[in-house]
């Protein structure tokens, strides 16, 4: 079995809802569950003239490869009407593959650990919230650290409900 941590994003129509659909998809066709963070409301990086996101980060135990990881969660963005037009735009459901394993993976369309997981607060927040422990197997820094070095300057609030 393996652990990987996904971070889920959503900015466009019922943002809760999307997240709470992805969490389902995510269990049916991914792997199981076992911890969920709150949900955060942030402000979009990259492209950030557009509505704010809600961010969350599970990790699951699966039995699925990285590359088969991928696919999966590209199918649960396709199917909840993801569009993929703006690089960094808003979007129905986003879902990134943070950490699986302590696994280092370079491929033309998978990097992982996630190549921008120091560098994004709408992610360490979340991650830390759940794994504040955990190490980046490249920086070998824990979560708690990375976040604390975290130069990204957008507001990240935890919100009371969760997906």
């Not at 690089?87 to 394993?101: A, E, F, M, P, S």
């Not at 990204?152 to 919100?159: A, E, I, R, S, T």
Request: proline share 7%.
């Amino acid at each position: 079995m393996n652990t990987a941590y996904l971070l889920l994003g959503s900015n466009e129509g019922d943002r809760f809802s999307w997240l709470h659909q992805g969490k389902e998809q995510i269990e049916l066709n991914c792997g199981v569950s076992n911890i969920a963070s709150s949900i955060y409301q942030t402000a979009a990086w990259g492209l950030e003239e557009q509505p704010d996101f809600l961010n969350q980060v599970i990790c699951i135990q699966t039995l699925l490869n990285p590359a088969e990881l991928l696919l999966c969660i590209q199918q649960i963005e396709n199917n909840l009407g993801r569009q993929r037009t703006v690089k960094w735009g808003q979007r129905t459901l986003d879902i990134d593959i943070l950490l699986y394993n302590s696994d280092v993976i370079n491929l033309p369309n998978l990097n992982i650990p996630h190549p921008f997981l120091e560098k994004r607060r709408f992610t360490l927040a979340p991650l830390c919230e759940i794994a504040p422990s955990l190490v980046h197997p490249v920086l070998n820094k824990t979560m708690l650290q990375l976040l604390e070095d975290c130069p990204d300057p957008l507001p990240v609030k935890k919100l009371d409900r969760r997906a």
